[in-house]
C-alpha cells in the first residue's frame, strides 16, 4: 500500500499521564515539532469503534450475536475497537479513552448503540459522538462526547496531536454540558464525578503487563510500552477484557496479570469549570530516551495542540471559494472514517468465505460506528473523495478492492461483509479514471487495469441476461422498488457506464484493441436498454421479465442510471430531465428524490413503522446524485448548478445544526438520517463544491 509507513524495529513507547494544571512533569527544553507534512502514517486514529455485531464476529449462525453487552466480556477474532482511539498500522499496540460517571451500568469503554435486530432503523448509534479536526497525517485529531446519552451532563473532547513520527500528546477535556441538569445525588458545590481512563493493550495476547512506581509496563515481544501518570488514582492490569468494566463499577482497579493495562484518574466536574487529562507518549530505542521524551513532550502539551490547530488553519484552506468550513469537515471526517480492517474472511456465519480474503489494511469504512466493513461501491466513492487530499489515498481505496486480496479469482468483487456473493454496482473504472485525473498517475491506471478488466468480464459471462441487458441483484440499494433477477434498468446501464471508462483507461495506456471493445460494449448496451427498457407512454426506463413485461413501473433511481451512463438519445434525454425537474415527481427542496413522490411507495424519510426501512424509497442520496449532476451538466448547466446548490445547502445545513454528516436525508425536510458518521459518500459535498459539477 502506497501510504504503508516505514516499519520501526523494537521500541520502547513511553506514555506519560498528568492532570492539567497539577502536571508535575516539567520539559528541560522545548520540544522540536515536526510540520505535519512531513509526519509518516504509521500511527493514527485508525481504531474502529465497533467490532461487535458485524460477520466476522459473528456467534454460530449469527452475525448480531455479539451484542453491545457480550462485547464488554467476549475477546474478538479479527480486530479491536474503542474511543477516539489510536493504533499502528501494524495493530501492534492500541491506545482508547473510557470514561464512567458512577451511575451507568457499564463503564464507556466503547461507543453505546443497536444492533440491526434491535435498532429502530437497523444498526443505530445511541451515543452522541461527533467528529472534528483531523489531517492527512493525523498529526490533530478532535472527537467530542457528550455523556451519558440517556442524561447529558458532561462534554468531553479527545484531542491528539503528534509533536513528531515517535511521540506525541492526548488531552481530554472535561466540562459540564450546556444546560444539563446535576444528577441525583451531585457531589458539594453542585460538582459531579468521572472517572477518565487511558487503556493501553497491545494486539497479541501473548504480551503482558508488570507495575511500575507510577504507572505500568506493556512487554510486547518486540517492544515495551509504558503508561505513567501523575498520582493516578486506580490501575489496571490483566488478562480479561471486562475487568475494566467489572472492577471499576465494584470500586476500583486491581493489579493481577495479562496483556491490558489501564490508568484511571477519579475527576470532580463543577458547573463553571473545565478539567483536563494530558497524556504524552514517546518511541525510542532504550527506556530512558523514551521516558525523557514523553515527560519533554507533556510539559510542552498545550504550545503542541496550538501549534497543531494553527496548522490545519492551512490545511484544505483556500481550495474553494465558498461552503469553505463544510468542505474542509467533509474531508477531515472521511479521514476519521479511516479505520484498521482485519479479516481473512472467517466467520461462522458465511464458513464458505474462509480464506478467500485477506484484509489487513488501514481503509475509508463507510462509516465507523454504524457500517465498520468494506463496502465496495462505497469505496469507489470515497476514492474519489479522498482524491481531493491526495492522490493515492484514494488510489490505494481501489488498489485494495481490486488486488487479489479482496476481488476473486473469476473477477467478482464481493459487496460488503454482509453479502459478499452480491454484487455493487460496478463504478470501480470510473472511479479508478476519476483518480487518475486527480494526479494518481498512469502507473495507478496499469496496476488496477486487470483487476477492471475481470470485473467487467465476470459480469459479461455471469450477468448477461440478454445481449447487452444485465441483472444484478439489489446492487447496494436495498429496498429500492425495481425486480430483481430480471432484466434491470440500473445494471444494465451500470455496465454501460463501466464500459465508458474503461474505454478511455484502454487508451490512456494504449490498449486500442480493449477500448474499441469497450467502445463496442456501450453501443450494444445502449442499444439494448433503448429497444427494451423504454417506456415511451411513460418516458422513462424500467426493469423489465424476461417475456417483456415490466413487473414495477414505480420510477425511481433505477430508471436514472441510463441518463448517468450517457446512454439515452436526445429526445429522451429531455422528457427526463422534465421528470427529474418536476417537484410533483423527482426534484425536492433537497435535490433528486430516490423513488418518485407520485409513487404508492414514495417514503420521503424514516418508515412510519418500526422495523421497516425506506432508505431508497424516497430519501436523498449524496451519491446518486453526485453523478446526476454530471449528466444534467452536460445538457441542462442552469438545472445542474441549481441541482448542485441544493445539494451543498442540504448537507452543510444537516452539518452545522447537528455536526455530522448523514447517511442520507429526508426529501420533504432535509433532515440527515442513517448512519450519522457517513463521511464516506456524503463527503461527496466537498466535489460538489470544489468541481461545480464532476468531470467525466
Same mark, same amino acid.
Given at each position: 500500500?502506497?501510504?504503508?509507513?516505514?516499519?520501526?524495529?523494537?521500541?520502547?513507547?513511553?506514555?506519560?499521564?498528568?492532570?492539567?494544571?497539577?502536571?508535575?512533569?516539567?520539559?528541560?527544553?522545548?520540544?522540536?515539532?515536526?510540520?505535519? /507534512?512531513?509526519?509518516?502514517?504509521?500511527?493514527? !486514529?485508525?481504531?474502529?469503534?465497533?467490532? &461487535?455485531?458485524?460477520?466476522?464476529?459473528?456467534?454460530?449462525?449469527?452475525?448480531?450475536?455479539?451484542?453491545?453487552?457480550?462485547?464488554?466480556?467476549?475477546?474478538?477474532?479479527?480486530?479491536?475497537?474503542?474511543?477516539?482511539?489510536?493504533?499502528?498500522?501494524?495493530?501492534?499496540? *492500541?491506545?482508547?479513552?473510557?470514561?464512567?460517571?458512577?451511575?451507568?451500568?457499564?463503564?464507556?469503554?466503547?461507543?453505546?448503540?443497536?444492533?440491526?435486530?434491535?435498532?429502530?432503523?437497523?444498526?443505530?448509534?445511541?451515543?452522541?459522538?461527533?467528529?472534528?479536526?483531523?489531517?492527512?497525517?493525523?498529526?490533530?485529531?478532535?472527537?467530542?462526547?457528550?455523556?451519558?446519552?440517556?442524561?447529558?451532563?458532561?462534554?468531553?473532547?479527545?484531542?491528539?496531536?503528534? +509533536?513528531?513520527? #515517535?511521540?506525541?500528546?492526548?488531552?481530554?477535556?472535561?466540562?459540564?454540558?450546556?444546560?444539563? %441538569?446535576?444528577?441525583?445525588?451531585?457531589?458539594?458545590?453542585?460538582?459531579?464525578?468521572?472517572?477518565?481512563?487511558?487503556?493501553?493493550?497491545?494486539?497479541?495476547?501473548?504480551?503482558?503487563?508488570?507495575?511500575?512506581?507510577?504507572?505500568?509496563?506493556?512487554? @510486547?515481544?518486540?517492544?515495551?510500552?509504558?503508561?505513567?501518570?501523575?498520582?493516578?488514582?486506580?490501575?489496571?492490569?490483566?488478562?480479561?477484557?471486562?475487568?475494566?468494566?467489572?472492577?471499576?463499577?465494584?470500586?476500583? $482497579?486491581?493489579?493481577?496479570?495479562?496483556?491490558?493495562?489501564?490508568?484511571?484518574?477519579?475527576?470532580?466536574?463543577?458547573?463553571?469549570?473545565?478539567?483536563?487529562?494530558?497524556?504524552?507518549?514517546?518511541?525510542?530505542?532504550?527506556?530512558? /530516551?523514551?521516558?525523557?521524551?514523553?515527560? %519533554?513532550?507533556?510539559?510542552?502539551?498545550? #504550545?503542541?495542540?496550538?501549534?497543531?490547530?494553527?496548522?490545519?488553519?492551512?490545511?484544505?484552506?483556500?481550495?474553494?471559494?465558498?461552503?469553505?468550513?463544510?468542505?474542509?469537515?467533509?474531508?477531515?471526517?472521511?479521514?476519521?472514517?479511516?479505520?484498521?480492517?482485519?479479516?481473512?474472511?472467517?466467520?461462522?456465519?458465511?464458513?464458505? &468465505?474462509?480464506?478467500?480474503?485477506?484484509?489487513?489494511?488501514?481503509?475509508?469504512?463507510?462509516?465507523?460506528?454504524?457500517?465498520?466493513?468494506?463496502? !465496495?461501491?462505497?469505496?469507489?466513492? *470515497?476514492?474519489?473523495?479522498?482524491?481531493?487530499?491526495?492522490?493515492?489515498?484514494?488510489?490505494?481505496?481501489?488498489?485494495?478492492?481490486?488486488?487479489?486480496? &479482496?476481488?476473486?479469482?473469476?473477477?467478482?468483487?464481493?459487496?460488503?461483509?454482509?453479502?459478499?456473493?452480491?454484487?455493487?454496482?460496478?463504478?470501480?473504472?470510473?472511479?479508478?479514471?476519476?483518480?487518475?485525473?486527480?494526479?494518481?498517475?498512469?502507473?495507478?491506471?496499469?496496476?488496477?487495469?486487470?483487476?477492471?478488466?475481470?470485473?467487467?468480464?465476470?459480469?459479461?459471462?455471469?450477468?448477461?441476461?440478454?445481449?447487452?441487458?444485465?441483472?444484478?441483484?439489489?446492487?447496494?440499494?436495498?429496498?429500492?422498488?425495481?425486480?430483481?433477477?430480471?432484466?434491470?434498468?440500473?445494471?444494465?446501464?451500470?455496465?454501460?457506464?463501466? +464500459?465508458?471508462?474503461?474505454?478511455?483507461?484502454?487508451?490512456?495506456?494504449?490498449?486500442?484493441?480493449? /477500448?474499441?471493445?469497450?467502445?463496442?460494449?456501450?453501443?450494444?448496451?445502449?442499444?439494448?436498454?433503448? %429497444?427494451?427498457?423504454?417506456?415511451?407512454?411513460?418516458?422513462?426506463?424500467?426493469?423489465?421479465?424476461?417475456?417483456?413485461?415490466?413487473?414495477?413501473?414505480?420510477?425511481?433511481?433505477?430508471?436514472?442510471?441510463?441518463?448517468?451512463?450517457?446512454?439515452?438519445?436526445?429526445?429522451?434525454?429531455?422528457?427526463?430531465?422534465?421528470?427529474?425537474?418536476?417537484?410533483?415527481?423527482?426534484?425536492?427542496?433537497?435535490?433528486?428524490?430516490?423513488?418518485?413522490?407520485?409513487?404508492?411507495?414514495?417514503?420521503? @424519510?424514516?418508515?412510519?413503522?418500526?422495523?421497516?426501512?425506506?432508505?431508497? #424509497?424516497?430519501?436523498? &442520496?449524496?451519491?446518486?446524485?453526485?453523478?446526476?449532476?454530471?449528466?444534467?451538466?452536460?445538457?441542462?448547466?442552469?438545472?445542474?448548478?441549481?441541482?448542485?446548490?441544493?445539494?451543498?445547502?442540504?448537507?452543510?445545513?444537516?452539518?452545522?445544526?447537528?455536526?455530522?454528516?448523514?447517511?442520507?436525508?429526508?426529501?420533504?425536510?432535509? %433532515?440527515? $438520517?442513517?448512519?450519522?458518521?457517513?463521511?464516506?459518500?456524503?463527503?461527496?459535498?466537498?466535489?460538489?463544491?470544489?468541481?461545480?459539477?464532476?468531470?467525466?
Amino acid at each position: 500500500m502506497t501510504h504503508r509507513a516505514r516499519l520501526i524495529g523494537p521500541l520502547l513507547l513511553l506514555v506519560a499521564l498528568a492532570l492539567g494544571a497539577g502536571a508535575i512533569l516539567i520539559a528541560t527544553r522545548t520540544p522540536a515539532i515536526t510540520p505535519w /507534512a512531513e509526519l509518516d502514517t504509521r500511527w493514527g !486514529t485508525y481504531l474502529s469503534e465497533r467490532e &461487535w455485531g458485524t460477520p466476522r464476529e459473528a456467534v454460530g449462525d449469527d452475525p448480531w450475536g455479539m451484542d453491545y453487552l457480550s462485547a464488554v466480556r467476549q475477546p474478538y477474532a479479527h480486530g479491536e475497537d474503542g474511543i477516539a482511539g489510536l493504533v499502528d498500522r501494524d495493530g501492534t499496540f *492500541h491506545i482508547g479513552w473510557a470514561v464512567w460517571d458512577t451511575r451507568q451500568v457499564r463503564v464507556a469503554e466503547r461507543l453505546f448503540g443497536w444492533g440491526n435486530p434491535s435498532g429502530e432503523h437497523g444498526e443505530e448509534i445511541v451515543d452522541r459522538r461527533t467528529f472534528g479536526l483531523n489531517t492527512p497525517t493525523s498529526s490533530v485529531a478532535e472527537a467530542t462526547l457528550v455523556y451519558p446519552n440517556s442524561d447529558p451532563q458532561f462534554r468531553i473532547t479527545f484531542t491528539q496531536a503528534r +509533536a513528531d513520527d #515517535r511521540g506525541g500528546v492526548l488531552i481530554a477535556s472535561v466540562d459540564r454540558q450546556l444546560g444539563a %441538569e446535576p444528577g441525583a445525588s451531585p457531589a458539594a458545590g453542585g460538582e459531579l464525578p468521572l472517572h477518565v481512563v487511558l487503556k493501553g493493550w497491545f494486539g497479541d495476547p501473548a504480551s503482558s503487563v508488570e507495575p511500575i512506581e507510577d504507572g505500568i509496563l506493556l512487554v @510486547g515481544p518486540d517492544s515495551v510500552v509504558a503508561l505513567v501518570s501523575v498520582d493516578p488514582d486506580d490501575r489496571l492490569i490483566s488478562a480479561e477484557k471486562r475487568a475494566l468494566d467489572e472492577q471499576l463499577r465494584d470500586g476500583g $482497579l486491581a493489579e493481577d496479570e495479562g496483556h491490558i493495562g489501564a490508568l484511571a484518574h477519579r475527576l470532580s466536574i463543577g458547573t463553571t469549570t473545565a478539567t483536563a487529562a494530558t497524556f504524552a507518549w514517546a518511541e525510542a530505542p532504550d527506556g530512558e /530516551a523514551a521516558a525523557g521524551r514523553a515527560r %519533554e513532550l507533556l510539559g510542552s502539551a498545550d #504550545r503542541i495542540i496550538e501549534a497543531r490547530r494553527a496548522e490545519t488553519e492551512r490545511v484544505f484552506a483556500a481550495e474553494v471559494s465558498e461552503h469553505e468550513p463544510v468542505y474542509r469537515q467533509a474531508l477531515m471526517s472521511l479521514l476519521w472514517s479511516q479505520s484498521l480492517y482485519r479479516w481473512d474472511g472467517t466467520s461462522s456465519w458465511i464458513p464458505e &468465505w474462509e480464506g478467500r480474503v485477506a484484509a489487513n489494511d488501514v481503509l475509508i469504512m463507510p462509516d465507523k460506528w454504524e457500517f465498520p466493513w468494506l463496502a !465496495t461501491w462505497d469505496s469507489a466513492f *470515497h476514492a474519489v473523495t479522498a482524491a481531493l487530499i491526495d492522490p493515492q489515498l484514494g488510489a490505494d481505496q481501489l488498489r485494495f478492492i481490486l488486488s487479489p486480496d &479482496w476481488q476473486q479469482p473469476d473477477g467478482h468483487l464481493p459487496c460488503a461483509e454482509f453479502v459478499m456473493d452480491d454484487e455493487c454496482p460496478p463504478v470501480f473504472s470510473w472511479a479508478a479514471w476519476r483518480v487518475h485525473q486527480a494526479g494518481a498517475g498512469t502507473d495507478f491506471l496499469a496496476e488496477v487495469y486487470p483487476g477492471l478488466l475481470a470485473n467487467h468480464a465476470y459480469w459479461k459471462t455471469r450477468l448477461e441476461v440478454e445481449p447487452g441487458l444485465y441483472t444484478g441483484g439489489f446492487l447496494g440499494m436495498d429496498n429500492l422498488p425495481r425486480a430483481e433477477g430480471q432484466v434491470q434498468a440500473d445494471a444494465s446501464g451500470w455496465m454501460a457506464f463501466s +464500459a465508458r471508462h474503461l474505454e478511455l483507461i484502454a487508451e490512456e495506456l494504449g490498449d486500442a484493441d480493449g /477500448a474499441a471493445a469497450f467502445r463496442d460494449d456501450v453501443e450494444a448496451i445502449g442499444a439494448a436498454v433503448n %429497444e427494451r427498457l423504454w417506456d415511451e407512454d411513460r418516458g422513462f426506463y424500467y426493469d423489465r421479465n424476461t417475456d417483456g413485461e415490466a413487473p414495477i413501473l414505480t420510477k425511481s433511481y433505477a430508471g436514472l442510471v441510463p441518463l448517468i451512463a450517457g446512454i439515452v438519445p436526445d429526445d429522451r434525454a429531455e422528457r427526463i430531465l422534465d421528470t427529474l425537474r418536476d417537484e410533483r415527481q423527482f426534484l425536492s427542496p433537497h435535490g433528486i428524490r430516490s423513488t418518485s413522490a407520485d409513487s404508492v411507495l414514495y417514503r420521503p @424519510g424514516y418508515a412510519d413503522q418500526r422495523g421497516a426501512n425506506s432508505s431508497w #424509497r424516497g430519501p436523498i &442520496w449524496l451519491p446518486l446524485n453526485y453523478l446526476l449532476v454530471g449528466a444534467i451538466g452536460e445538457r441542462d448547466a442552469a438545472f445542474a448548478a441549481d441541482l448542485r446548490t441544493r445539494l451543498v445547502e442540504l448537507v452543510e445545513t444537516d452539518w452545522e445544526r447537528t455536526g455530522r454528516f448523514h447517511e442520507y436525508f429526508d426529501a420533504e425536510t432535509g %433532515e440527515g $438520517l442513517g448512519a450519522d458518521a457517513q463521511a464516506g459518500w456524503t463527503a461527496l459535498v466537498a466535489n460538489l463544491v470544489v468541481e461545480g459539477w464532476p468531470a467525466d
